[in-house]
């Protein structure tokens, strides 16, 4: 059993950068791909980035690779998710989930059994 808990979340203007944190509360990391997904309002769950489980191995939807880094330190059952360069089209709840096949990549939500509550990110124009 894993339980996840984001952080980091809140309101920002365009243009500005947030830090979210996943903490494995139950459970250990190192043992999963770790991914974020989110869902703005109204619209499907979509896969953001993914990391394998040692960290070497990252992957990431196309409009956010460039402003977006997903790391983890698995001494810490943490995985983060930089976001720079926020846009307004980022708004959205994000979620933290967990995969266990460890080599990571996959962007299904169904490859993914372990979620987190969500953190919602809003930008402002």
């Known amino acids: 059993q894993v339980q996840l808990v984001e952080s980091g979340g809140g309101l920002v203007q365009a243009g500005g950068s947030l830090r979210l944190s996943c903490v494995v509360s139950v459970g250990t990391l190192s043992t999963h791909a770790m991914g974020w997904f989110r869902q703005a309002l109204g619209k499907e769950c979509e896969f953001v980035a993914s990391v394998s489980w040692s960290g070497q191995t990252t992957y990431y939807v196309d409009d956010v690779k460039s402003r977006f880094t997903i790391d983890r330190e698995n001494a810490k059952n943490t995985v983060y998710l930089q976001m720079n360069r926020l846009k307004p089209e980022d708004t959205a709840v994000y979620y933290c989930?967990?995969?266990?096949?460890?080599?990571?990549?996959?962007?299904?939500?169904?490859?993914?059994?372990?979620w987190g509550q969500g953190t919602q990110v809003t930008v402002a124009a």
């Open positions: 989930a967990a995969d266990g096949y460890r080599l990571g990549g996959r962007r299904g939500a169904d490859d993914y059994g372990y």
